[in-house]
T-cell receptor
Framework: AQTVTQSQPEMSVQEAETVTLSCTYD???????LFWYKQPPSRQMILVIR??????QNATENRFSVNFQKAAKSFSLKISDSQLGDTAMYFC????????FGSGTKLNVKP | KAGVTQTPRYLIKTRGQQVTLSCSPI?????VSWYQQTPGQGLQFLFE???????NKGNFPGRFSGRQFSNSRSEMNVSTLELGDSALYLC??????????????FGPGTRLTVL
């Protein structure tokens, strides 16, 4: 069965610094998709970034980028120049036919 | 376009009661998925509906059920509520069913508290 593991329940980072959130997953499939979603306090979950497993190139979206290591089944999220608005729960998700989400990492950006 | 809407936003029930939650997807989206979110558990997939048919189902007891209407709006029902059913219930829509790689768009959720 597919599982998604986020080993960091909570992290803190100073404003303007860089932070990396970890995610590993288990699958026997080859062509799948990976996502990072952000859930700000009391607000809706929104997409941060999306990666297609058949693409070698790591996805980037402004200050957000991923380090996708297919063989290692690792999909980490790097947030550069952290801002106060980045404070949120971050969920890693795997998608083949269904979505599987990790348990989340609570990121606190400190001024 | 309006986003995914869920009603009600908050609900308090007692053990043994039943509850119905509603979700309206983004206009044009035909697939609706439901998730249960609890602290420490992340998001647990409940089920997915497309064209009024359940396409996928998670590992939840039969007390949890759902349906989808011809306008793509969806409802989920939980019967004989238990304390452990207290959670945030999220609805998400995508344009297609089992659309591999499709981004899911989430609603604000319904916070259910069971006393």
């Amino acid at each position: 069965a597919q599982t998604v593991t986020q080993s960091q329940p909570e992290m803190s980072v100073q404003e303007a610094e860089t932070v990396t959130l970890s995610c590993t997953y288990d699958t026997s499939e080859n062509n799948y998709y990976l996502f990072w979603y952000k859930q700000p306090p009391s607000r809706q979950m929104i997409l941060v970034i999306r990666q297609e497993a058949y693409k070698q190139q790591n996805a980037t979206e402004n200050r957000f980028s991923v380090n996708f290591q297919k063989a290692a089944k690792s999909f980490s999220l790097k947030i550069s120049d952290s801002q106060l608005g980045d404070t949120a729960m971050y969920f890693c998700a795997y998608n083949f036919n269904k979505f599987y989400f990790g348990s989340g990492t609570k990121l606190n950006v400190k001024p | 376009k309006a986003g995914v809407t869920q009603t009600p936003r908050y609900l308090i029930k007692t053990r043994g009661q039943q509850v119905t939650l509603s979700c309206s997807p983004i206009s044009g989206h035909r697939s609706v998925s439901w998730y249960q979110q609890t602290p420490g558990q992340g998001l647990q997939f409940l089920f997915e509906y497309f064209s009024e048919t359940q396409r996928n189902k998670g590992n939840f007891p039969g007390r949890f059920s759902g349906r989808q209407f011809s306008n793509s709006r969806s409802e989920m029902n939980v019967s004989t509520l238990e304390l452990g059913d207290s959670a945030l219930y999220l609805c998400a829509s995508t344009p297609l069913a089992g659309g591999r790689g499709d981004t899911q768009y989430f609603g604000p959720g319904t916070r259910l508290t069971v006393l």
